[in-house]
């Protein structure tokens, strides 16, 4: 205004202002002035612009703050977004600072309680993924060593045949050798042999409870003993105690005595220690589940069994005790040779131990991706309590629908991670830009995984178990925000069942395990974790305690 009045009184006492045509004649330098430019309507014309200049920039100063004001991208939670490249829509505002008629968008009580969200989620503190990295190094110190030191099994998806001639107790027919058709045990996932697995912590449901199968057939074996069904087996240089079956013999018809070691014999009712003679053939544990054969050494040792020649008969042995190791099933009658098993722990070691590289990398890809995202915004306390959560959980259905199967890995502590990206996402709907898409993402890289899980040796209970343990931990563990009264009863009576769903799942999936014990309760539910795509391809041997089938 001072200016304009300056200007104008200038002009006032004066001469007389020219015409546009006498102004468009005169030349813009002033000659008496030196060179001086000076042009008073030019003057004029400079301060217009430059007011309109000003004027533009403070719209486009006013826009930006609507940009910012209704969201990043351009849309705001419930409606009446701003562009860049454009108006605001239904506003009045374009980036050359021009007004367009129309009503004033009206911001709903939804996107104002969306924006001031937004702007307290920003300024909430972020975590350093303590718990992610150290997690992941201990598995990969795990899985380095355990390579180093227990080499590789085979690679193959089933147990690989073989037909070997061996010696044997056998006297019928006079011969002194059989041909033994053996398994020996493989890996998929470049990595160990399964008996090294459990060795290091593995789940195996035999070593963590007194299984009611194996019971059964360790007291028919008790019977057979009882009954005095066994003996010292001669057949010429090879001798060993063993069952009738075994030796050849029906009901005990060999001679009590025999003097010379040349003839084919069997003793009943006497070790071969108590003959005075000196056995080659001993007990051999040759499955995951305690299945024990007398043999000698070379055929034990060619099917990778466990050989213990200080004693004379399978009656003696524990082989859980050497398969499972800590003394976690050892025998607690002598007399009867029932064995106890409590090896509790293993619900949480077989977190840190991988099947082979392959399912390390993956899992750890996925770990590392999840992990990271979520203790950033949750801390390292939290997104442990969750993951130790899930991870027992899906030991848990593991161990109740596959308990003769070998599980390790964090199988089921990354899917309860994924439930977690579930669980915030659902909390935090109304803020996110595109909703919709990530949980169409997240959906569909669970069910792909779940998908690989129906192959052979990848434990999908575990899958499905870490998923339904990890998404109640998740509601009680994961600090959420509130978008108004509604929104803050539903999370809170979320809140409070998922506090009972957890502890009855954890409850119920001890007491399924511990005292149930059946997983034929659904035949189908073996497809869950193994479709059979080819013959063979779902091994027996890990969903039945005797099976027809077995390895070590």
Known sequence: VCVCVCVSVSVSEGPPVPTQAQLAQEPLVDQQREGFLYNPNQAMEYYLKFVKAEKRLRHRRHHDYAV????GDGSAAGGGGVSRSGTVRRGRIEPQGVQRRGR??????????????????????TFWPIFTILVTLAQLVV?????????FAPINYQSIEHMEEFKSLNITGGNRTELVTYYRSSNLWIGPTPRVLVEVGAKFSPCMRNDFHIRRRNAEARDDFEQKNFGCCRNSENIGTTVTSQCGVINGNAPPDVESLDDFAFIPQTLCSNASVVPNFHPCCISLTGRCEVMNIFQCDARNGIFHEELDSCFEVNCLEDICGFRGAYVSSDENMIYSANQ????FLAIFTHLGIIHFILVMAIQLYAGIKIERTIGWLRITLIYVISGVGGNILSAVFAPYEVNAGA????FGLLGVLYVELFQFWQIKDRAWLELIVLTAFVLLLLGVGTLPYVDNWAHIGGFIYGVPAAVIFVPYITFGTWDSYRKRIALLISIPLLLALLAGGFMAFYLIQDPSFCPACQYINCVPYAPGLCPEEYSDPNPQVFSL
């Open 411 to 414: 199988s089921g502590a990354v």
């Open 68 to 71: 910012e004001f209704f969201g």
């Open 143 to 151: 899985m380095v060593t355990l390579l180093a030191l227990m080499g």
């Open 344 to 347: 509790f722990w293993r619900w």
């Open 104 to 125: 004033r968008p009206k911001r709903t009580k939804l996107q104002r309680q969306s924006t001031l969200i937004r702007r307290e989620v920003e300024t909430l503190p």
